[in-house]
């Protein structure tokens, strides 16, 4: 499809379990970018990847969180021993380049720590 | 360090009435500004964006913002609501240099009939 895919889009999962999200970006962005969205609250920016530049990781809550981007194109967000804290939307967006700030986002993939 | 404060968690107007927005940021440098838009149960979407060009930036669906640096505001506008733009409503800064958005707390909108 044209535009950005995720994977799971709903994931529900025990506390203590490691969970692995993916994204597909728009074909040809070259910046990509995870945001977290819980209940009532707005976006909480995780991490974002611009090319071959090293990541911006300053929004990971914690060493339970990491991404990965490899060739440029796909992404996945892997969170280890899950919590329940963990529970939000995870939202993926990518970007022709991280200086327009046209973000396009992916519909998010829900995740539920049980 | 950017940041952005939507001064309204949630605005209710009816239909045909305007609608005002309202969103203050704090930036060191000269950012860029942004509109998003989600709808329920849907994805963001870009409403509209200011860059340092005109400082009245029109959107999508008759919204425009109006950039104002003496009140470091970036309020959003709407002559006349219409039930479809109920939706929560994002306002977000970015360094013009690029990098990561920040995004505001969100006020969601609602149209009574």
């Known amino acids: 499809g044209a535009g950005v895919s995720q994977s799971p889009s709903n994931k529900v999962t025990e506390k203590g379990k490691d969970v692995e999200l993916r994204c597909d970006p728009i074909?040809?962005?070259?910046?990509l970018y995870w945001y977290r969205q819980s209940l009532g609250q707005g976006l909480e920016f995780l991490i974002y990847?611009?090319?071959?530049?090293?990541?911006?990781k300053s929004g990971l809550p914690s060493d339970r969180f990491s991404a990965e981007r490899t060739g440029g194109s796909v992404s996945t967000l892997t969170i280890q021993r899950t919590q329940q804290e963990d529970s939000a939307v995870y939202l993926c967006?990518?970007?022709?380049?991280?200086?327009?700030?046209?973000?396009?986002f992916g519909e998010g993939s829900r995740l539920t720590v049980l | 360090a950017q940041s952005v404060t939507q001064l309204d968690s949630h605005v209710s107007v009816s239909e045909g009435t305007p609608v005002l927005l309202r969103c203050n940021y704090s930036?060191?440098?000269?950012?860029?500004l942004f509109w998003y838009v989600q709808h329920p149960n849907k994805g963001l979407q870009l409403l509209l964006k200011?860059?340092?060009?005109?400082?009245l930036v029109k959107g999508i669906n008759g919204f425009e913002a109006e950039f104002k640096k003496s009140e470091t505001s970036f309020h959003l506008t709407k002559p006349s609501a219409h039930m479809s733009d109920a939706a929560e409503y994002f306002c977000?800064?970015?360094?013009?240099?690029?990098?990561?958005?920040?995004f505001g707390q969100g006020t969601e909108l609602s149209v009574k009939p």
């Open positions: 967006a990518s970007s022709f380049t991280s200086r327009t700030g046209e973000l396009f």
């Open positions: 074909s040809g962005h070259t910046a």
């Open positions: 990847f611009q090319g071959n530049s090293a990541p911006d």
């Open positions: 930036s060191s440098y000269s950012p860029s």
């Open positions: 200011y860059t340092s060009a005109a400082t």
């Open positions: 977000v800064v970015s360094p013009n240099q690029g990098g990561k958005l920040i």
